[in-house]
């Protein structure tokens, strides 16, 4: 059995998060440390780990994922500006929550590459 994990918890309103949408298998919420005027994190509901660990039977979860990350930035008001999904993996990738999250930044100008 997988253990929680802080964003499992967050999709189980064990912690506290401003949620800005949710959909049957993925939740959407702000980050805590905004890196940019709009930071949102997407989660899948279910654990994956990382992008590494995800197997092709989640691949229809991965692509709902960028679909509930491109609904939302379009919700935020970001279509006409643009912005960036992300999902950093293990050490060098910057990864420090081991359940996977796309990143989406947006509503200022972003630098490339990333440092
Ligand atoms: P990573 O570095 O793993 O790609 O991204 C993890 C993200 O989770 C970071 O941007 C960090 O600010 C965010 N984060 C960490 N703890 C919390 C929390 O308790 N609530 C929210 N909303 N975001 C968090």
Redesign the pocket.
């Known amino acids: 059995m997988t253990s929680d994990t802080?964003?499992s918890k967050?999709a189980k309103r064990e912690?506290p998060?401003?949620i800005v949408h949710e959909t049957d298998r993925a939740l959407a919420?702000?980050?805590?440390?905004?890196?940019a005027p709009v930071?949102v994190?997407v989660v899948p509901k279910t654990i994956i780990p990382r992008i590494a660990e995800a197997s092709p039977e989640q691949a229809e979860l991965l692509g709902h994922l960028l679909l509930v990350a491109r609904d939302v930035a379009a919700k935020l008001g970001l279509d006409a500006t643009g912005y960036r999904l992300?999902?950093?993996n293990g050490s060098d990738?910057?990864?420090?929550?081991?359940?996977l999250?796309v990143?989406l930044l947006g509503g200022r100008p972003l630098a490339w590459p990333p440092g």
């Open positions: 802080l964003f967050i912690i998060a401003d919420f702000r980050d805590i440390a905004p890196q930071h994190l992300v999902i950093n990738g910057g990864e420090t929550v081991p359940h999250h990143h």
